[in-house]
């Protein structure tokens, strides 16, 4: 089994690890770079050549970091005066002892349930744009996508492009409260141009506000989708995407600080009640990987909560030598993530004012992701469309009553399994977290299923134990 | 890689024939073919929804290795894929 000793192991080879490799190796610093798709770029710039994916794929694979994708990293931990990484690939386990590590895992969509949602041809928004640039014909299929966020915009160019039939574009958020965003992308003519640029490229695609899916229907696979108003389109596919969700597993299971943010809905409540303010964050206190792995009661039913890694001005979390950039900080897309990849490049090469230089224009970029969930926030009659047969849990099919039945995350997993499937609480957990307002916070490694003889070459199969 | 000089890759889905274009994930040509990729515990037929690895359901029999994410592995020639459709 291959072991080494590294200076800098970025993992996540998206916006923000392939700017923070760039960075760390501008400042002469050694960097290993693990991605666990066969190419650098993340889901955003997945078979994307053109643009700033392109520029920025040919900076990192010009800049020496050494580039190891199809490296799936299911462990980290503190030891030893450094941080190990315990990897799998196809060619077999490995152990990456680094100085410093950069945390730049991503994001995953945010899947609600809704009846019908398991089957067949039923994709999440970003899944089904992914499926269509790895070869999967769209050709003629009747497609509604509908969820929230001006990812169903993009993706509905996307399949309107590769000649699907877009049916719909359903965008749950009410037209008024997006007037608010459009005041804070005025702010910033770059992604007002972009938008605008979208709309005009679909714009024989009929788009509603205040418009969701409340069922899709079929036998074998998903032939029709009742909408709100109790329109039924026929479909050959549906595209639903909910939002985004932070990959914060690794960092958790390292023992980084994680923080609460109250998902939007209710904070614009709150902030409407207040009439004001900037400034949201409520952090909460991190979690050891030897400590209470249950959440504090106070935390329980109070959500909903997106929890999030807590960094520094420097993107260093909780944890000696463990930076974070990107997603799981908090949502807050592709320039967000490569101010703050490149900020933790820096920081982790130990060129600290570079990357302090860089903290105004951090902010901007937050200030803008804010503002975008408060005008995308979920209605809470999104959250509610699972039935109490619906399946939550798709791993272990679990349906919403006997979620519903018990009192917090734990409890759901002990007595349900939900959660304990192969995606390890991926979809349902952050679901569950979404609909119930529960904190989902006890990942423990590995954090992607691997072999026992991975786990065992690694020496990452004694926790728990 | 081999397969990026190809113009289609040829590879068999529960025993029949299908192309896809080089680089094409084992998910997309399931789903090309018409197929779903897993039972669930339920018995319920299920296919990819993620695309990027994360949820399993577009878990397939590859080469004789079971429970392999069709999303996350590129289509190859000659690969035997097993789905919930195999019938």
């Known amino acids: 089994m291959r072991a080494e000793r590294v200076g800098i192991a970025v993992v996540g080879g998206g916006p923000a690890g392939i700017a923070a490799a760039v960075a760390a190796r501008a400042c002469g610093a050694p960097v290993v770079l693990l991605d666990d798709n066969p190419d650098v770029g993340g889901q955003i710039w997945r078979?994307?050549?053109?643009?700033?994916?392109?520029?920025?794929?040919?900076?990192?694979?010009?800049?020496?970091?050494?580039?190891?994708?199809?490296?799936?990293?299911?462990?980290?931990?503190?030891?030893?005066?450094?941080?190990?990484l315990r990897c799998d690939s196809a060619a077999g386990p490995?152990?990456?002892?680094?100085?410093?590590?950069?945390?730049?895992?991503?994001?995953?969509?945010?899947?609600?349930?809704?009846?019908?949602?398991?089957?067949?041809?039923?994709?999440?928004?970003?899944?089904?744009?992914?499926?269509?640039?790895?070869?999967?014909?769209?050709?003629?299929?009747?497609?509604?996508?509908?969820?929230?966020?001006?990812?169903?915009?993009?993706?509905?160019?996307?399949?309107?492009?590769?000649?699907a039939k877009v049916e719909l574009i359903a965008e749950q958020a009410e037209r008024s409260g997006l007037l608010g965003f459009a005041g804070a992308v005025l702010g910033q003519p770059g992604k007002l141009w972009q938008g605008a640029k979208l709309r005009a490229s679909i714009i024989d695609v009929e788009y509603r506000f205040g418009a969701w899916i409340t069922e899709a229907r079929g036998e074998d696979r998903v032939r029709q989708v009742v909408m709100n108003d109790g329109r039924v389109i026929d479909v050959d596919a549906v595209a639903c995407g909910f939002g985004l969700v932070g990959?914060?597993?690794?960092?958790?299971?390292?023992?980084?600080?994680?923080?609460?943010?109250?998902?939007?809905?209710?904070?614009?409540?709150?902030?409407?009640?207040?009439?004001?303010?900037?400034?949201?964050?409520?952090?909460?206190?991190?979690?050891?990987?030897?400590?209470?792995?249950?959440?504090?009661?106070?935390?329980?039913?109070?959500?909903?909560?997106?929890?999030?890694?807590?960094?520094?001005?420097?993107?260093?979390?909780?944890?000696?030598?463990?930076?974070?950039?990107?997603?799981?900080?908090?949502?807050?897309?592709?320039?967000?993530?490569?101010?703050?990849?490149?900020?933790?490049?820096y920081s982790a090469a130990g060129r600290e004012e570079l990357a302090?230089?860089?903290?105004?224009?951090?902010?901007?970029?937050?200030?803008?992701?804010?503002?975008?969930?408060?005008?995308?926030?979920?209605?809470?009659?999104?959250?509610?469309?699972?039935?109490?047969?619906?399946?939550?849990?798709?791993?272990?099919?679990?349906?919403?009553?006997?979620?519903?039945?018990?009192?917090?995350?734990?409890?759901?997993?002990?007595?349900?399994?939900?959660?304990?499937?192969?995606?390890?609480?991926?979809?349902?957990?952050?679901?569950?977290?979404?609909?119930?307002?529960?904190?989902?916070?006890?990942?423990?490694?590995?954090?992607?299923?691997?072999?026992?003889?991975?786990?065992?070459?690694?020496?990452?199969?004694?926790?728990?134990? | 890689m081999g397969t990026e000089t190809r113009e289609v890759i040829e590879l068999f889905i529960d025993g029949r024939s299908v192309r896809v274009a080089p680089g094409a994930s084992v998910a997309a040509a399931v789903l090309n073919a018409g197929k779903a990729c897993r039972a669930s515990v339920g018995g319920e037929r299920r296919a990819a929804v993620c695309g990027m690895g994360i949820c399993f359901e577009c878990r397939v029999e590859i080469d004789g290795v079971l429970h392999e994410r069709s999303c996350m592995i590129e289509a190859s020639e000659g690969m035997r894929v097993r789905t919930v459709d195999a019938g």
Do not use: Y
């Not at chain 1, 260093?316 to 900080?329: F, N, Q």
């Not at chain 1, 009553?401 to 009192?407: K, L, P, V």
């Not at chain 1, 192969?422 to 490694?445: F, I, L, T």
């Open chain 1, 356 to 465: 302090r230089g860089l903290i105004p224009r951090r902010r901007r970029e937050r200030a803008f992701a804010a503002a975008m969930e408060r005008a995308f926030a979920l209605r809470e009659e999104v959250l509610r469309l699972a039935r109490p047969e619906t399946i939550v849990c798709r791993c272990e099919d679990v349906a919403m009553a006997r979620i519903a039945s018990c009192d917090h995350w734990r409890g759901a997993k002990l007595l349900t399994r939900c959660g304990m499937g192969p995606c390890q609480g991926r979809v349902c957990g952050a679901a569950v977290e979404a609909m119930m307002g529960w904190a989902v916070r006890d990942v423990r490694p590995p954090v992607f299923p691997v072999s026992m003889n991975a786990l065992s070459a690694t020496g990452g199969a004694m926790e728990g134990a």
């Open chain 1, 47 to 84: 078979r994307v050549q053109g643009g700033p994916a392109g520029v920025w794929r040919e900076r990192v694979k010009q800049s020496g970091a050494e580039i190891r994708s199809g490296v799936t990293v299911f462990d980290a931990e503190r030891t030893g005066g450094c941080v190990r």
């Open chain 1, 247 to 345: 990959n914060t597993q690794l960092a958790q299971v390292v023992g980084a600080g994680i923080g609460h943010e109250k998902r939007d809905s209710e904070v614009a409540t709150q902030r409407d009640r207040a009439g004001a303010g900037t400034g949201h964050l409520a952090l909460g206190t991190g979690e050891g990987r030897t400590g209470a792995q249950m959440v504090q009661t106070a935390d329980l039913k109070t959500g909903p909560w997106q929890g999030r890694v807590v960094v520094d001005d420097l993107m260093r979390t909780s944890v000696g030598g463990v930076l974070c950039a990107g997603e799981p900080l908090g949502i807050g897309g592709v320039e967000t993530s490569l101010v703050e990849g490149t900020m933790a490049g």
């Open chain 1, 94 to 163: 490995s152990v990456v002892d680094a100085e410093r590590v950069v945390l730049a895992t991503g994001a995953r969509e945010l899947f609600l349930p809704f009846p019908g949602w398991t089957l067949p041809g039923v994709f999440g928004v970003g899944g089904l744009q992914a499926l269509a640039k790895n070869g999967l014909d769209v050709r003629g299929k009747r497609i509604v996508v509908g969820g929230t966020g001006p990812l169903l915009l993009a993706v509905a160019a996307f399949l309107n492009e590769r000649e």
